[in-house]
C-alpha cells in the first residue's frame, strides 16, 4: 500500500479549498462499498476532537451504507483523476459497476475502503448524525437555492477523523 499515515500536527489542510481538489465519499466493507462524488464537507474540531461532516441525500445509493456501516473515507484526488470522480458522481452504485466505469482501484483498508489513486484520505469514525430541515433554515435564500422543489433532505453525518492517509 502506498500510503503512509499523516500526524494531525504537521498535516496542512484548508478545507475550503480542498473541496476543490474534489473528494470521494465511500462506506461499506471490501465486500459490498459505494462511493460518490461530494462538494459539501466540513472539516475541524468538536468535543476537541477531529471531525468531518458530510452530507448525503436519502436517493443516493450511498445513503444506505453510511446507514449501515460504522466508518466512512472522504478522499481528495489530483486532477487528472477528475473523470472518474465525474463518473462516481453522475452514475448510481445499483445501476452499475462505478469501479469498472471509474477505472479506481479499491483497496480494504481496516474497516472500511480507500482507493489507491487518492491523494489524501480521511478515515472517519461516524459519531452522530441528523437531518436537514427546513424549519432550521435562517436563510429563506440558501433554502430556496437548494430545496424549494424537494420535500427530502440530506443527512448529515459527522465522523470522528481517526487517520489522515497521504499517498507517498
Known amino acids: ?98 469501479v469498472t466505469e471509474s477505472g479506481l482501484h479499491p483497496i480494504p483498508f481496516e474497516n472500511t475502503v480507500i482507493f489507491e489513486e487518492a491523494k489524501t484520505i480521511f478515515v472517519c469514525r461516524k459519531v452522530y448524525h441528523t437531518d436537514v430541515k427546513e424549519d432550521h433554515f435562517d436563510s429563506q435564500e440558501l433554502f430556496n437555492e437548494y430545496y424549494k422543489e424537494s420535500s427530502i433532505f440530506h443527512r448529515i453525518y459527522l465522523g470522528h477523523i481517526e487517520k489522515v492517509l497521504h499517498h507517498r
Open 1 to 98: 500500500m502506498n500510503f503512509e499515515e499523516i500526524s494531525f500536527k504537521n498535516f496542512d489542510f484548508n478545507p475550503l479549498t480542498k473541496v476543490d481538489d474534489w473528494a470521494l465519499l465511500t462506506a461499506g466493507t471490501k465486500d459490498k462499498f459505494n462511493m460518490m462524488t461530494i462538494t459539501g464537507v466540513m472539516c475541524g474540531k468538536f468535543f476537541l476532537k477531529p471531525m468531518m461532516q458530510v452530507y448525503v441525500h436519502p436517493d443516493r445509493y450511498s445513503y444506505q451504507f453510511l446507514e449501515d456501516n460504522d466508518y466512512f473515507t472522504v478522499s481528495f484526488f489530483d486532477v487528472p483523476h477528475h473523470p472518474a470522480l465525474q463518473i462516481c458522481g453522475r452514475m448510481h452504485g445499483n445501476e452499475c459497476d462505478k
